[in-house]
């Protein structure tokens, strides 16, 4: 049984490792800012196997920097030990550049990147003074690629990239396993909750409508993660060619990025 602790835990693919966890029996320290979505997501993970003392729902915003090392000692308090650490607390930006305010830059730069980096530096010590422990980050197709109308969403997801990378070269041989998930289109509600124009919430809806089912990204990303695996991506659907184009033709894969077209 490990200890594994989720942020982004109240919806989307947060929820659906949440529910994965569970029904293999795990501890589960769940983390949001909204206490009354972490309460349903515990009552899912209880239906799902857990018992309820086997669930702690720690509400936080992951852009309160100062706050994590509180957060973690209460985290650590819960069952003794965080044996993993999924960020995956996000939000998303659709918008073209020369239009998105730089406020939406702050802001989407503190929540997926200076979020999840304050928190691991938080983490790690507590999973180093144990022998050991596993750190993931929930990167995106888009941090491998740029992708239209997602400049500070691309740039963000590229940053936590490096970071963990960083991470795990410098971490590795000392018990630390990083991983870094890599998902394509996944049916979450995070274009719903994006910094967005009208037109791109619309477009980028219309393809998470038919992305992976984010049960079926979750039961991925335990397996894989499960096996050691240091990088997963996950997806189904056409954009995930881009990751091979971009690797072995990168210029083929601009020319396809810079054709790709809005609905």
């Given at each position: 049984?490990a200890?594994?602790?989720?942020?982004?835990?109240?919806?989307?693919?947060?929820?659906?490792?949440?529910?994965?966890?569970?029904?293999?029996?795990?501890?589960l320290i769940?983390?949001?800012?909204?206490?009354e979505?972490?309460?349903?997501?515990k009552?899912?993970?209880v239906?799902?196997?857990?018992?309820?003392?086997?669930?702690?729902?720690l509400?936080?915003?992951v852009?309160?920097?100062n706050?994590?090392?509180?957060?973690?000692?209460?985290?650590?308090?819960?069952?003794?030990s965080?044996?993993?650490?999924?960020?995956?607390?996000?939000?998303g930006?659709r918008?073209?550049?020369?239009?998105?305010?730089?406020?939406?830059?702050?802001?989407?730069l503190?929540?997926?990147v200076?979020?999840?980096?304050a928190?691991t530096?938080?983490?790690?010590?507590?999973m180093l003074?144990?022998?050991?422990?596993h750190?993931?980050?929930?990167?995106?197709?888009?941090g491998?690629?740029?992708?239209?109308?997602?400049?500070?969403?691309?740039t963000?997801?590229?940053?936590?990239?490096?970071?963990?990378d960083?991470?795990?070269?410098?971490?590795?041989?000392?018990?630390?396993?990083?991983?870094?998930?890599?998902?394509g289109?996944?049916k979450?509600?995070?274009?719903?909750?994006?910094?967005?124009?009208?037109?791109?919430?619309?477009s980028?809806?219309?393809?998470?409508e038919g992305?992976?089912?984010a049960d079926k990204?979750?039961?991925?990303i335990?397996?894989?993660?499960?096996?050691?695996?240091?990088?997963?991506?996950?997806?189904?659907g056409?954009?995930?060619?881009i990751?091979?184009?971009?690797?072995f033709?990168?210029?083929?894969?601009?020319?396809?990025?810079a054709?790709?077209?809005?609905?």
């Open positions: 049984m200890v594994v602790w989720i942020t982004g835990a109240s919806s989307g693919i947060g929820e659906a490792l949440a529910k994965r966890y569970a029904r293999q029996g795990d501890q769940l983390s949001a800012r909204r206490a979505e972490l309460e349903r997501v009552a899912a993970c239906e799902n196997g857990s018992a309820e003392s086997d669930v702690f729902a509400v936080m915003d852009t309160e920097l706050a994590m090392a509180g957060h973690v000692e209460t985290a650590r308090g819960a069952f003794n965080i044996d993993v650490l999924i960020n995956n607390a996000g939000v930006q918008s073209p550049m020369l239009e998105t305010d730089i406020s939406v830059y702050q802001k989407v503190d929540t997926n200076m979020g999840p980096i928190l530096k938080a983490v790690l010590p507590v003074k144990q022998g050991g422990g750190v993931a980050v929930v990167s995106s197709v888009t491998k690629v740029g992708v239209r109308n997602r400049s500070a969403y691309s963000s997801k590229h940053a936590v990239m490096g970071f963990f960083s991470l795990r070269a410098e971490l590795g041989d000392q018990g630390i396993k990083v991983t870094t998930i890599v998902p289109y996944i979450t509600n995070l274009a719903a909750s994006a910094f967005s124009d009208e037109k791109s919430a619309a980028v809806a219309k393809a998470v992305g992976m089912d990204c979750a039961d991925v335990v397996r894989r993660m499960k096996k050691g695996d240091k990088e997963i991506a996950v997806g189904e056409r954009e995930m060619l990751l091979p184009i971009k690797r033709f990168p210029q083929l894969a601009f020319r396809i990025l054709n790709e077209k809005q609905d």
